[in-house]
């Protein structure tokens, strides 16, 4: 016996948040938009949480049918709910962190004269993610999937004054729309051969399909389609540009769409797709490469960044580069695992980040930071964890879920696992140094502002005048619960239980033979990379807090590799050469002078124009002269009895 | 008999006499006048119709005409001298305040 769950309210709440901040949100008070913002995301949540609480008892998959949507012929898509395991998991990831940072912008954003604008993208977000989460097919997942890319835009955008910003938007509506061209015709194959977007109605003419592994075949096309899609998403090779600049909107959006869920989905995409990739080899390859480069890739450029935000982002970017990694050889439920953590660190990472914005007063270059640990120590102590938490050490949240992707990496291929952990000797580096230059040392910020420089980039706020002050607790309180998940978060890791949990969704089809004595090797590589994550604590100590004027020289006897490191590859500058110029070019050539001006202008302005030389001629017929009217009368009539008369003499 | 054609012959003259005074003369009782030539060139050929084809439906359209002339002569001749006392001319030409 199931219960009615009543799913479709756990997106609707947020839908309705938005829709009564949206309309009436101008003029009502602070007060009431936080209210009404927090109380729908809290409802959401609440709502997934009793979900999650008579979980046990369900008959999984569950699936609600809300509505029917499209009907043709056999093909139909519904509004209609699916809930497993991996969709419980991402629900209440969305929902809780979603509703910390909700609670955590009211601090955040209290001064910013868009109040009632940021609460309404934020929950329009949040019901745009939760249908994607719960979509039962395809298509409904795609709207979710093109909604939370529409409430990213907007957000990125939020200080639309701000030129960046407004580019800034603008550029990650444009890759994404790359990303999503790709997951289209994916969508497009799928329901050729397939004749359903609906999960199971695929998953089920997928099952008895053999894996691909002569060579590429139809699901290998559609996985690396779909993959294209979440690399758009999830900011990956080759289309990550988008996300480090996407930190130009506050810093609350950063924490919840660029790091804890939007950019996740494309993980999910993947994940939820897994029976249609353990059948492709070929593109669950292509899967781990791509995220297996991108993890390093983007570990190196964090390593140059003096952005606090920027730093994150990269971060981020590589992160995620892990979870594909982990959905390329296989092990999803470790793809999903580190999902949750890193919500978790990421998430507090980036509040973090902002309690620091917030703190110094608008300030994001960390060098002109520094000894911040004695002006807000409870930023500084949960700062403190998550940075732990991403480095990988025990027993914090990242290692568990990171040596998990590790060790999986390893047993399918060992050159992922020795990219992971020099990735992960990386990431422990860049952010010890984020946290050392941040809060070791002296404040830097005064220095500043006495030698009459302007002081930087106020953002929004206004304060940030004298010393450095601690965030009011409504920041606070969201740090922390972030900050205890970091810590134990990780612990449901232990015994394989999430795996385990997982295991319904993910199954084990296609059961790997267990290595002779894989305990002792996993135990190994579990020492290997936690040692690799010491080292980059402690060479981060050495050349930020012992040796400051280290790293200097490091720069400077890299030359030319460093300034590359430093200006990100040039990655951008390469993609405006190879394909934003030739395109902006040839739209003005071409689109705008050729078909806009000549073809589509012309026809349009000759036809005015021809109207015009015509009537100018035939005007004169209607001179006002009442006998020139009755001359024409008289010589139609004639030509009129001519006509017949000619007729008539003819016949 | 005189044939039907000569009747029809005549009627056109008139009409073509008509039009053409109604279009070269500047004269508002010259006009009036063609106007009435005309209709009496159609009054022609309506009588020489019924005659030729016995049908007298023909002659009593002609009434109708007729009794129309006479009601349009009334009025017109009353807007002709309503004219002349304002505007002290019956030339048409100058008559043309409506014109822009």
Request: net charge neutral; proline share 3%.
């Amino acid at each position: 016996m199931t219960p009615n769950l009543n799913l479709w309210l756990i997106p609707t709440l947020p839908l309705a948040g938005a829709a009564i901040n949206g309309f009436f949100g101008k003029k009502s008070s602070r007060g009431a938009v936080s209210a009404v913002g927090l109380f729908f995301s809290g409802a959401a949540f609440a709502w997934a949480l009793s979900v999650a609480l008579r979980f046990s008892s369900l008959e999984l998959p569950y699936q609600e049918y809300l509505a029917h949507w499209i009907r043709s012929g056999n093909f139909t898509v519904d509004f209609a709910f699916y809930l497993d395991q991996l969709s419980l998991v991402m629900l209440l990831v969305v929902t809780g962190v979603g509703f910390l940072i909700h609670i955590y912008s009211v601090g955040y954003m209290w001064d910013d004269p868009s109040y009632y604008r940021f609460f309404t993208y934020l929950n329009l977000f949040m019901f745009f993610m939760l249908t994607l989460v719960l979509a039962n097919n395809y298509l409904l997942m795609f709207i979710g999937w093109e909604g939370v890319g529409l409430a990213s835009y907007l957000l990125i955008g939020f200080w639309f004054t701000k030129d960046s910003a407004a580019s800034a938007g603008k550029k990650a509506f444009i890759v994404n729309r790359i990303g999503d061209f790709g997951f289209l015709i994916g969508l497009f194959l799928v329901i050729q051969h397939f004749h359903s977007l609906n999960f199971s109605a695929v998953f089920e003419q997928v099952r008895p399909i053999a894996p691909e592994t002569a060579g590429a075949g139809l699901l290998t096309a559609i996985g690396i389609l779909l993959m294209v899609g979440a690399c758009g998403k999830s900011a990956q090779i080759p289309l990550y540009v988008w996300l480090p600049d996407a930190m130009e909107g506050p810093t609350p959006v950063s924490a919840l769409i660029h790091a804890a869920t939007m950019v996740t989905a494309g993980v999910y995409m993947v994940s939820r797709s897994h029976l249609i990739f353990e059948r492709a080899p070929l593109a669950l390859t292509v899967v781990a490469i791509i995220g297996t480069l991108t993890a390093l890739f983007a570990a190196t450029i964090g390593v140059t960044q003096t952005d606090i935000k920027k730093v994150l982002a990269y971060s981020t970017v590589s992160q995620l580069g892990y979870m594909f990694m982990a959905c390329g050889v296989g092990a999803f439920s470790a793809g999903i695992f580190h999902l949750m953590t890193h919500a978790f660190f990421k998430g507090l990472l980036f509040l973090g980040a902002g309690s620091v914005i917030h703190a110094v007063g608008g300030e994001q270059d960390m060098r002109n930071m520094g000894g911040l640990k004695t002006y807000i120590p409870i930023t500084f102590s949960v700062m403190l964890i998550a940075t732990a938490a991403i480095a990988g050490i025990p027993p914090l949240a990242g290692f568990w879920s990171k040596d998990e992707i590790l060790w999986k990496a390893y047993e399918a291929n060992p050159v992922y696992w020795v990219i992971g952990a020099i990735t992960a000797f990386i990431t422990s580096f860049y952010m010890f140094r984020l946290l050392f230059m941040t809060f070791w040392g002296d404040y830097k910020g005064i220095n500043v502002d006495d030698h009459g420089h302007a002081h930087a980039a106020h953002g929004h706020s206004e304060h940030g005048h004298g010393e450095p002050h601690e965030s009011p607790m409504v920041m606070l309180a969201p740090l922390m619960i972030l900050a205890f998940l970091s810590l134990v978060g990780g612990l449901v890791g232990i015994h394989n239980a999430f795996q385990h949990f997982l295991d319904p969704v993910f199954g084990s089809e296609f059961p790997k033979a267990v290595t002779e004595g894989a305990g002792n090797t996993e135990w190994l590589l579990m020492g290997i990379s936690v040692l690799f994550s010491i080292a980059g604590l402690v060479l981060a100590y050495t050349l930020y807090v012992a040796k400051p004027y280290l790293p200097q020289k490091i720069a400077d006897s890299l030359g030319r590799f460093y300034s590359a490191v430093l200006n990100k590859y040039y990655v951008d500058e390469l993609y405006a050469k190879i394909f934003v110029k030739p395109l902006v070019n040839g739209s003005t050539a071409v689109l705008w002078q050729g078909v806009d001006r000549r073809v589509i202008d012309d026809t349009v302005n000759n036809a005015a124009d021809g109207a015009r030389h015509v009537s100018d001629e035939v005007r004169h017929m209607q001179s006002g002269n009442l006998r020139s009217y009755a001359g024409w009368i008289a010589a139609g009539a004639a030509v009129v009895l001519a006509y017949m008369i000619w007729r008539g003499v003819a016949r | 008999m005189v044939p039907l054609s000569y009747y029809l012959l005549l009627s056109g003259i008139l009409f073509a006499c008509g039009v053409t005074g109604f279009l070269i003369k500047r004269n508002i009782i010259t006009i009036f006048m063609s106007i009435e030539l005309m209709l009496n060139g159609v009054n022609l050929s309506f009588v020489a119709f019924a005659a030729h084809w016995h049908v007298l439906a023909g002659q009593v359209f002609v009434f109708f005409v007729m009794v129309v002339a006479a009601a349009e002569a009334a009025v017109g001749l009353a807007i002709i001298i309503a004219v002349y006392r304002t505007r002290e001319t019956l030339n048409v030409d100058q008559v043309n305040l409506l014109k822009l």
